[in-house]
């Protein structure tokens, strides 16, 4: 796999290329601001840019992709903007389900989806539902997600488990608790991508990002390209991950 880096030819290793890669898509409003556009049109290209992206994933064979839409703070921002990202997601839920299907990708949510409206809700068990045979990419999408919400949440569950005897406390391990998170069937990411200069991790797969390498981009979200997830995979691939070991 081939591809050009504005300077060279870059050849990604195929053998080499990350199962899982969780993005925090940052930088919309930005993007807005320098085109004096209303923020919802930084979101509106935001939605965009991650169709692109989801392309690129499965030109190159990323099984899993996470992208960060909407976090538990999220909700601090005003009303208007609220709406707008809401009424985004609405109409993207909807018209991403017939493409969805017809490009291989299983579609879900990870977050407590229970404080979004009912007919979000809705239309994300149609569209989970409508694309849970899809086996070339899994899109995850992490709406009212925040990493600490997910560890309460998993906390309560095992806790619900002990209570009622279905396992001993001393049967928890890292397995239990991974089971547990809303990312319980999905590999840890290896690689998380930042955009928009930001360097935090701001909540997101606190429990999963253990091991992950990171990469940030400079990038306004609706900015980024095929080639920039192209370039940050390559330079994952030139890392030496050792995990702890020597
Ligand atoms: C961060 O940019 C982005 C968000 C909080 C929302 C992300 C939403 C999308 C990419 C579009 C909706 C997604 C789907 C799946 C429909 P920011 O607003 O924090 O930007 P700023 O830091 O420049 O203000």
């Known amino acids: 796999m081939f591809y050009f880096n504005g300077k060279e030819e870059i050849t990604l290793d195929s053998d080499n290329i990350p199962k899982h890669i969780a993005i925090i898509m940052d930088g919309n409003g930005r993007w807005a601001k320098k085109r004096l556009l209303p923020r919802k049109a930084g979101h509106k290209a935001g939605a965009d840019a991650l169709e692109g992206i989801i392309d690129a994933c499965k030109k190159i064979g990323v099984k899993h992709l996470t992208v960060y839409a909407f976090s538990t703070e999220n909700w601090k921002r005003s009303q208007e903007e609220i709406d707008g990202i809401m009424d985004l997601l609405r109409s993207y839920v909807k ?102 200069g930001e360097e935090r991790i701001s909540n997101f797969l606190l429990w999963q990002i253990a091991y992950s390498e990171f990469y940030f981009s400079d990038k306004l979200w609706p900015d980024f390209k095929e080639e920039d997830l192209f370039e940050a995979v390559y330079k994952y691939q030139n890392r030496n991950r050792r995990f702890g070991g020597r």
Not at 131 to 138: P, R
Not at 176 to 192: A, G, R, Y
Request: aromatic share 2%; net charge negative.
């Open 95 to 196: 018209k991403y389900t017939e493409r969805a299907k017809k490009d291989d990708v299983k579609m879900d949510a990870i977050g407590d989806i229970t404080r979004l409206d009912l007919d979000i809700q809705e239309s994300i068990k149609n569209l989970t539902e409508a694309t849970k045979d899809k086996d070339t990419l899994n899109l995850h999408i992490a709406l009212n997600y925040g990493g600490r919400d997910e560890i309460r949440r998993c906390v309560k569950k095992i806790c619900e488990d002990v209570e009622s005897g279905k396992i001993l406390s001393s049967d928890i391990d890292e397995s239990i608790i991974s089971k547990n998170l809303d990312t319980s069937d999905i590999p840890d990411p290896e690689l998380v991508i930042r955009t928009s």
